[in-house]
């Protein structure tokens, strides 16, 4: 009895409240529609971090391409830099220098052109080749650093002045409904979302970024004790 009770009144609830339902359902607004539909202030903060995404974007992709050139060096540089300076042969050892784009070779071939002076001043040369070539690396990393960290605060604001704009519009407004609340608020929400997405593909890039130039870094230093030791090796 208890049971045939529920089902009865479960069914009536579902005949009573799924047409009303079915009928009022809007159909659900695209994000193309949504910030189609914000303010000019949305629209303007939007723009704003849709550039700021592009920046962010080009600078992943450059740098890491630049810092996979950067890292790609044979594993016989050093080798062939030993055997002709071994050899005597320091015009080979420069030519070879030359032929390779990378600050390896780079900080090597200064290296070579202070043979004959104290190793002191030798390894000065070589560090500062190296510090210019990490400026050099670290172009535009802190700019991808601040676009992850401006972009979720732009958002932040797109969305402050939207729900500004939205309740003013609410208190001038003689009949305020649930839909029309709930429109402005997700209108102005757009943005902090929007803001969000292009902080976190700006972050992940530069972290992805840091740790290639890292390994950059690892073989700089690796190359410049390698060529050290090579230029003590006589005196042993």
């Known amino acids: 009895m208890m049971l045939n009770a529920f089902l009865s009144t479960f069914f009536f609830l579902q005949m009573t409240t799924g047409a009303p339902a079915a009928e009022g359902t809007k159909k659900p607004e695209s994000l193309f529609e949504i ?12 723009t704003v971090l849709f550039v700021l995404s592009i920046v962010a974007v080009y600078i992943i992709f450059e740098r890491y391409f630049t810092l996979k050139r950067a890292g790609q060096v044979d594993q016989n540089f050093m080798n062939s830099i030993r055997a002709s300076v071994e050899s005597g042969n320091l015009q080979a050892a420069k030519a070879l220098c030359q032929s390779v784009d990378a600050p390896m070779a780079r900080m090597v071939e200064k290296g070579l052109d202070r043979i004959g002076k104290p190793l002191d001043d030798i390894n000065k040369s070589i560090e500062n080749v190296g510090n210019l070539e990490l400026l050099k ?12 960290g401006i972009a979720p605060m732009i958002g932040l604001l797109g969305t402050v002045i939207g729900l500004i704009i939205s309740f003013q519009d609410m208190a001038s407004a003689t009949n ?6 709930s429109t402005g608020i997700y209108h102005a929400l757009t943005a ?3 803001g ?6 700006a972050m992940a890039g530069y972290n992805v970024l840091v ?3 890292d390994k950059v870094i690892f073989k700089m230093e690796n190359t ?6 090579l230029l003590q ?4």
């Open 35 to 46: 910030i189609i539909g914000s303010s000019i202030s949305g629209l303007v903060v939007i």
């Open 137 to 148: 690396l670290e172009k535009n990393l802190s700019t991808l650093a601040s676009i992850s």
């Open 176 to 181: 305020i409904t649930p839909q029309v609340l």
């Open 192 to 194: 902090t979302a929007f």
């Open 196 to 201: 969000l997405f292009v902080s976190i593909i």
């Open 211 to 213: 740790n290639n130039l």
């Open 224 to 229: 410049a004790m390698q060529f050290m030791d």
């Open 233 to 236: 090796e006589p005196s042993r």
